[in-house]
């Protein structure tokens, strides 16, 4: 078999399997069962999927999948691909699978739908950018794994554990409820915002991979070798979903719902210095 067979195949199996597609869906049924959220009991139908909404929905899994596929996991079964690990496409995919979703929901003529999908938008949007600068410190910083270098490491996963939940919609930063019960699925058929819901759940079950990927010791380059083996790693990176998953729930039966200024007082005051000081240690002592 030549070389682009072999890449062929690799991405292919990458992008379908493991961990693509089906790891997203695995991973967003997990992520509803974990917080204890409703799942959808059946496929909806081809009328929901032909609805710009139900279209939407089927775009932000596809793209979760495709965020999933370009993190650099362990066994990825195309590691050679120059696109995996790249920040560029990493963020492109993940970034539009929580956007593109929102958009029919800013144009419904239902106010109360725009209005939701408006709070949802900026407050994931606030979460993310606070999130991708910790995940690309843990990512591409090249800060290794040596023992100096675990504060700043520590301080970038606290970082990313405070501002989860806002970039999810999760807990107290989830979709308001007090005017509309239906929220941002306001005028939609059960079929149709059942798959807009598992949508929600498919993408931030991917985020919250990624951010455990991201806090994974496996070293990238010859300066940072790998600090655990690849089996440990997905171990690891199980161990981490879980227990960031539970940790949401249980936030959520703690804290009240946060208004959007709250949501994102949360980001700027507590979870951006964290990361940002983290991010200055590391860069003071690889220097």
């Not at 069962?33 to 909404?53: F, K, N």
């Not at 991708?132 to 100096?148: E, N, Q, R, V």
């Not at 998953?245 to 709250?262: C, D, E, G, I, K």
Request: aromatic residues 8%.
């Amino acid at each position: 078999m030549l070389a682009w067979e072999y890449v062929f195949v690799g991405v292919t199996l990458s992008l379908l399997l493991y961990p693509g597609l089906a790891l997203a869906l695995g991973l967003g049924l997990l992520y509803g069962r974990l917080l204890a959220l409703e799942l959808p009991g059946s496929w909806p139908g081809m009328p929901a999927l032909r609805t710009p909404h139900g279209l939407a929905a089927l775009a932000s899994i596809g793209l979760s999948a495709l965020g999933l596929a370009l993190l650099p996991w362990p066994y990825h079964p195309a590691a050679g691909w120059r696109a995996i690990g790249s920040p560029l496409a990493l963020w492109a995919a993940f970034e539009l699978a929580f956007l593109a979703p929102l958009l029919p929901g800013l144009l419904a003529p239902q106010a109360l739908a725009a209005r939701a999908a408006a709070r949802e938008m900026q407050m994931s949007m606030g979460g993310r950018c606070v999130l991708w600068l910790a995940i690309g410190a843990s990512l591409w910083g090249g800060a290794g794994w040596a023992p100096l270098v675990l504060p700043g490491r520590l301080l970038i996963g606290l970082a990313m554990l405070l501002v989860l939940p806002v970039a999810l919609g999760a807990g107290p930063f989830a979709a308001e409820r007090s005017l509309s019960v239906a929220g941002a699925e306001a005028g939609l058929d059960e079929p149709t915002a059942g798959l807009v819901r598992f949508a929600r759940l498919v993408r931030g079950a991917a985020l919250l991979a990624a951010a455990s990927v991201a806090l994974l010791p496996l070293g990238r380059g010859t300066r940072n070798p790998p600090q655990l083996q690849p089996w440990a790693g997905l171990a690891l990176a199980a161990a981490l979903f879980v227990v960031a998953a539970l940790l949401l729930r249980q936030l959520a039966a703690v804290m009240p719902r946060l208004t959007l200024p709250a949501a994102l007082r949360w980001c700027w005051s507590r979870a951006l210095p964290l990361a940002l000081v983290g991010m200055a240690y590391l860069a003071l002592v690889r220097g």
